[in-house]
């Protein structure tokens, strides 16, 4: 059973980054496409970035492309999602998720004030 761990959250200010971690363990990592996601308080959860299981592919949502990179490095099971110029409407809890499976980590808060 793929167990996925979120890291590398917290509070920022306008303008700021973080970079988030996925660590993946109990499966094959380096077969799966990968999804993050987030969710603001009140709001549904959002598709944020894609990424194919090699690496060459991606995708984002159009709020974030150009300000936030995913990649990935299969030799360490982990994936990662790189935030620059981030925006308080960027604030959510933060989740990665196996794209073809319904297996996601526990989350991890960002908090971008202005």
């Known amino acids: 059973q793929v167990q996925l761990v979120e890291s590398g959250g917290g509070s920022v200010q306008a303008g700021g980054a973080l970079r988030l971690s996925c660590a993946s363990s109990g499966g094959s990592f380096s077969t799966n496409p990968m999804n993050w996601f987030r969710q603001a308080p009140g709001k549904d959860r959002e598709f944020v970035a894609y990424?194919?299981?090699?690496?060459?592919?991606?995708n984002y949502e159009d709020s974030v492309r150009g300000r936030f990179t995913v990649s990935r490095d299969n030799a360490k099971n982990t994936l990662y999602l790189q935030m620059n110029n981030l925006k308080p409407e960027d604030t959510a809890v933060y989740y990665c998720?196996?794209?073809?499976?319904?297996?996601w980590g526990q989350g991890t808060q960002v908090t971008v004030s202005s």
């Open positions: 998720k196996l794209a073809r499976y319904d297996v």
């Open positions: 990424i194919s299981a090699n690496g060459m592919f991606d």
